[in-house]
């Protein structure tokens, strides 16, 4: 299947601090990129909607300028937390979207990075 | 809005049991997926369904998709200690490139 990778996979910082994660589609190319946020034992809540070539779409009660995200080409959306706190520790996972194609149908199929564990101090 | 309701949402069961997960909806889906989830890792893929009525078989795991493709199950079979994990389903997309809708998610349990 289709690979989704994260880096870093997990970061501790200072509070005030910024933190960029990176998200990259590693064989295939991705117009559109999800980033989530998850707590333990939770199902994931999607933050924003990365769209290469234009602005990111983010979910209600999502801080823009808080989340900053950029969709740089079609392989890779970056996630940055500025001025990060501590209510912003959390598991940040980005997933992208492929075809594959199936004799006559295309199915779309999600894939998940593997995650990135953020520790603000 | 589409809503998926999935229950329970922690189950703790031992070894050899069989377990049920339901995922239901007022909404019509596309597609529904249903993905596991390990502690520090991303979900993983398990199986898509996308016609109603569809059962799909994966070893001792059977999925289905209700006639009206509102609602989905899981069934485990002699449920395993490795079949620890959170279990996820999935609703859409709704179109190409847009957004799943998930449900709760299921903490499963599976004591030696």
């Known amino acids: 299947g289709a690979v989704v990778s994260q880096h870093p996979s997990r970061v501790i910082c200072k509070s005030g601090t910024s933190v960029k994660i990176e998200c990259r589609s590693l064989?295939?190319?991705?117009?559109?990129m999800f980033w989530y946020r998850q707590f333990p034992k939770q199902s994931l809540m999607l933050m924003a909607t990365?769209?290469?070539?234009?602005?990111?779409?983010?979910e209600q009660g999502v801080e823009k300028d808080k989340f900053l995200i950029n969709h740089a080409s079609l392989t890779l959306s970056t996630l940055t937390v500025t001025s990060a706190h501590p209510e912003d520790s959390s598991f940040y996972i980005c997933?992208?979207?492929?075809?594959?194609?199936?004799?006559?149908?295309?199915?779309?199929?999600?894939?998940f990075g593997p995650g990135t564990r953020l520790l603000v101090l | 809005t589409q809503l998926l309701e999935q229950s329970p949402q922690f189950l703790s069961i031992q070894e050899g049991e069989n377990l049920t997960v339901y995922c239901n909806s007022s909404?019509?889906?596309?597609?529904l997926q249903w993905y596991r989830q390990e502690p520090g890792e991303g979900p993983v893929l398990l199986v898509t369904v996308v016609t109603g009525g569809e059962v799909k078989k994966l070893k001792r795991l059977t999925f289905q998709f209700g006639d009206a493709r509102k609602d989905s199950s899981l069934h485990i079979t002699a449920a395993q200690p490795g079949d620890t994990g959170l279990y996820l389903c999935?609703?859409?997309?709704?179109?190409?490139?847009?957004?799943?809708?998930f449900g709760e998610g299921t903490q499963l349990t599976v004591n030696p």
């Open positions: 997933s992208a979207p492929s075809f594959r194609e199936r004799g006559m149908f295309s199915r779309e199929t999600q894939y």
């Open positions: 999935a609703g859409g997309p709704e179109t190409s490139g847009s957004r799943l809708t």
């Open positions: 909404s019509v889906f596309s597609s």
């Open positions: 990365s769209n290469e070539g234009s602005k990111a779409t983010y």
């Open positions: 064989d295939f190319q991705a117009t559109t």
